[in-house]
C-alpha cells in the first residue's frame, strides 16, 4: 500500500514563497503519476499540478509560470515550490498517487493520497 506524507506548508505573505515535500513509500515502483491538488474550505478538491515518471509535467493554469513540481524517482519524492503566492491560493494541498496515467485533471484519477498541508496566504 502506496503512502504519501507531504510537509512544509505554513503561513507565508503575499509574494512569498514555500516549497512542499511529499514522501512516498511502499510499493511505489509502479507509480505512473504523482500529482498536487488543494481544497479550500467549502470548495472542491482542485488540480495543481501533476509529473509523470518521464518527467513530463502539467499545471493548472491558475499556477502556471508561479508553481513549479519536480520529481525525485530515486528517492520517491514529489516537490512543489510555489513562488508569488497570492491569497487566493491558501488551502490545504494534497499529494496523490496513481498508478494509472490519464489526462484529465480529476481527482478521481489518483487512488493514493497525503493527509494534506495547509498553505496560508496573508495579503
Known amino acids: 500500500q502506496v503512502q504519501l506524507v507531504e510537509s512544509g506548508g505554513g503561513l507565508v505573505q503575499a509574494g512569498g514563497s514555500l516549497k512542499l515535500s511529499c514522501a512516498a513509500s511502499g510499493g511505489t515502483s509502479g507509480i505512473e503519476v504523482m500529482g498536487w491538488f488543494r481544497q479550500a474550505p467549502g470548495k472542491e478538491r482542485d488540480f495543481v499540478a501533476r509529473i509523470r515518471r518521464s518527467g513530463t509535467t502539467y499545471y493548472a493554469d491558475s499556477v502556471k509560470g508561479r508553481f513549479t513540481i519536480s520529481r525525485d524517482n530515486a528517492k520517491n519524492t514529489v516537490l512543489l515550490q510555489m513562488n508569488s503566492l497570492k491569497p487566493e491560493d491558501t488551502a490545504v494541498y494534497y499529494c496523490?498517487?496513481?498508478?494509472?496515467?490519464?489526462?484529465?485533471?480529476?481527482?478521481?484519477?489518483?487512488?493514493?493520497w497525503g493527509q494534506g498541508t495547509q498553505v496560508t496566504v496573508s495579503s
Open positions: 496523490a498517487a496513481a498508478r494509472t496515467y490519464y489526462s484529465g485533471t480529476s481527482y478521481r484519477n489518483y487512488e493514493y
